[in-house]
T-cell receptor, first 115, second 115 residues
Framework: DQQVKQNSPSLSVQEGRISILNCDYTNSMFDYFLWYKKYPAEGPTFLISISSIKDKNEDGRFTVFLNKSAKHLSLHIVPSQPGDSAVYFCAAMPSGIRSQGNLIFGKGTKLSVKP | KAGVTQTPRYLIKTRGQQVTLSCSPISGHRSVSWYQQTPGQGLQFLFEYFSETQRNKGNFPGRFSGRQFSNSRSEMNVSTLELGDSALYLC??????????????FGPGTRLLVL
């Protein structure tokens, strides 16, 4: 059973508008969440993370929101640029064993930003 | 600082053969994790090494193994290859600070095709 779910396999957004990528998780033991961006033929690139003690983390055009009660997080990209077109992966790490925690990934959302 | 490097980048093997993939982590990173990415299953954790010891293992058969050397470089080996082993194999390295693993940074991956 998937513990991290990205229910939208794809998203298309106009340049300059906001992109919102969503992620749901089922395991309440997750306490650290990350977003990675992946271009074809490259490895995932770390974008932004958030700890469960926060509900928002911002880095430039990227903001991640965490709603623990709903077990939901989202990545906002504002404004969206054509270079943001990539596959975005949500990942989670369980608490208590951060020294040995492996990342559990969603299946990704392909973002297309149209000029 | 150089990123995570993986060799080879592409590999073609036939069923029944074995393969060894190599990963050099970012300088100073002693934790190395391996992931398999397939279209159907997404990114799945294989195993993690720290200080030459495997500390965590995903749900993969024993045909998948790995090791880490004293310079933190890591190799993974897949024996008796099956068609379903065709995938992108990603290596990620991270710092360990006070027993807590920090953000994982990924290499470009090795694309393995099993015929």
């Amino acid at each position: 059973d998937q513990q991290v779910k990205q229910n939208s396999p794809s998203l298309s957004v106009q340049e300059g508008r906001i992109s919102i990528l969503n992620c749901d998780y089922t395991n309440s033991m997750f306490d650290y969440f990350l977003w990675y961006k992946k271009y074809p033929a490259e490895g995932p690139t770390f974008l932004i993370s958030i700890s469960s003690i926060k509900d928002k983390n911002e880095d430039g055009r990227f903001t991640v929101f965490l709603n623990k009660s709903a077990k939901h997080l989202s990545l906002h990209i504002v404004p969206s640029q054509p270079g943001d077109s990539a596959v975005y992966f949500c990942a989670a790490m369980p608490s208590g064993i951060r020294s040995q925690g492996n990342l559990i990934f969603g299946k990704g959302t392909k973002l297309s930003v149209k000029p | 600082k150089a990123g995570v490097t993986q060799t080879p980048r592409y590999l073609i093997k036939t069923r029944g053969q074995q393969v060894t993939l190599s990963c050099s982590p970012i300088s100073g990173h002693r934790s190395v994790s391996w992931y398999q990415q397939t279209p159907g299953q997404g990114l799945q954790f294989l195993f993690e090494y720290f200080s030459e010891t495997q500390r965590n293992k995903g749900n993969f058969p024993g045909r998948f193994s790995g090791r880490q050397f004293s310079n933190s470089r890591s190799e993974m080996n897949v024996s008796t290859l099956e068609l379903g082993d065709s995938a992108l194999y990603l290596c990620a390295s991270s710092l360990m600070v006070a027993g807590v693993r920090k953000t994982q940074y990924f290499g470009p991956g090795t694309r393995l095709l099993v015929l």
